[in-house]
């Protein structure tokens, strides 16, 4: 999850991480959620895809977090300049070997544009996806981890 406030929207992205190619499953875009609504929304999907979910904790996702019982499988996905580069790197990896399959439009059109140098641009349906790419199967992760956000 790419967690947003007032102007960013939060972003959460499961895929189907059990063969290849990975499967984008379930997509939403909630657009000035307060912390409340962004933490329901990780629950609900917790229950419909149990499974390791991955939450981007710094800045605005740390108050969403502690809103997250702790018996749920919510790990914190800690953003920083080399974290992003490997997520966005592992998700490049995957698309140009064709082994992830993703129709959101929204996404398909934020990857389209995206760059770099993204601050200017709208960039959180790919920074969850890059999250969700960077994780699946990782001997780090549990063996039960099936779903990734």
Same mark, same amino acid.
């Given at each position: 999850?790419?967690?947003?406030?007032?102007?960013?929207p939060t972003v959460g992205i499961t895929i189907d991480s059990t063969s290849k190619?990975?499967? @984008? %499953?379930?997509y939403e875009r909630l657009l000035r959620a307060p912390f409340a609504q962004s933490a329901a929304a990780i629950i609900r999907?917790?229950?419909?895809?149990?499974g390791t979910h991955l939450v981007e904790s710094n800045n605005t996702g740390d108050p969403v977090l502690e809103l997250i019982p702790e018996r @749920?499988?919510? /790990? !914190?996905? %800690?953003?920083?300049a080399a974290s992003k580069a490997n997520a966005l790197t592992s998700l490049i990896t995957l698309v140009e070997n064709y082994e992830l399959k993703a129709g959101s439009e929204? @996404? /398909?059109s934020e990857l389209r544009s995206y760059q770099w140098d993204d601050k200017n641009l709208q960039q959180d349906s790919v920074?969850? /996806?890059a999250i969700a790419a960077s994780t699946? &199967?990782?001997?780090?992760?549990? !063996?039960?981890?099936?779903?990734? &956000?």
């Open positions: 999850w790419d967690i947003g406030r007032r102007h960013d190619p990975y499967q @984008l %499953v379930k999907r917790c229950a419909e895809y149990p @749920l499988h919510v /790990l !914190p996905f %800690v953003t920083s929204q @996404l /398909l920074m969850a /996806l699946p &199967n990782k001997p780090d992760y549990p !063996p039960r981890c099936r779903w990734i &956000n």
